[in-house]
């Protein structure tokens, strides 16, 4: 069964830093995209970041305009992790986050809800004015 394991959440205050780690189990990460996605109180779930899966790369990648700038989104495939590396937090940018897989992506970014397969459980972030 794949497993994706997030962590690395917490309380910050605004302008602060946070770094976000998704620890996935199994072949999950060979030819897989990796997505960063968030769900505050109240609204739906929405698209943060995502990173396409390239033999040898880092990968590509892409942001949502409201994060851009200021998250970044890595990949280490020899420790089948991903991070959401993020500064400059708003207030905004409180949330539960979560990390999701898309297998045999083939090397394309995806940044639809549906178009993953596997998420993890969360990992709340909350940013203080």
């Known amino acids: 069964q794949v497993q994706l394991v997030e962590s690395g959440g917490g309380l910050v205050q605004a302008g602060g830093s946070l770094r976000l780690s998704c620890a996935a189990s199994?072949?999950?990460?060979?030819?897989?995209?990796m997505g960063w996605f968030r769900q505050a109180p109240g609204k739906d779930r929405e698209f943060v970041a995502a990173?396409?899966?390239?033999?040898?790369?880092?990968?590509?990648?892409y942001y949502a305009d409201s994060v851009k700038g200021r998250f970044t989104i890595s990949r280490d495939n020899a420790k089948n992790t991903v991070y959401l590396q993020m500064n400059s937090l708003k207030p905004e940018d409180t949330a539960v986050y979560y990390c999701?897989?898309?297998?045999?992506?083939?090397?394309?970014?995806?940044?639809?809800?549906?178009?993953?397969?596997?998420w993890g459980q969360g990992t709340q972030v909350t940013v203080s004015s």
């Open positions: 999701a897989a898309k297998r045999n992506s083939n090397v394309l970014i995806w940044t639809g809800i549906s178009d993953y397969d596997y």
């Open positions: 199994g072949r999950t990460f060979n030819n897989a995209a």
């Open positions: 990173i396409s899966w390239i033999s040898g790369s880092s990968g590509r990648t």
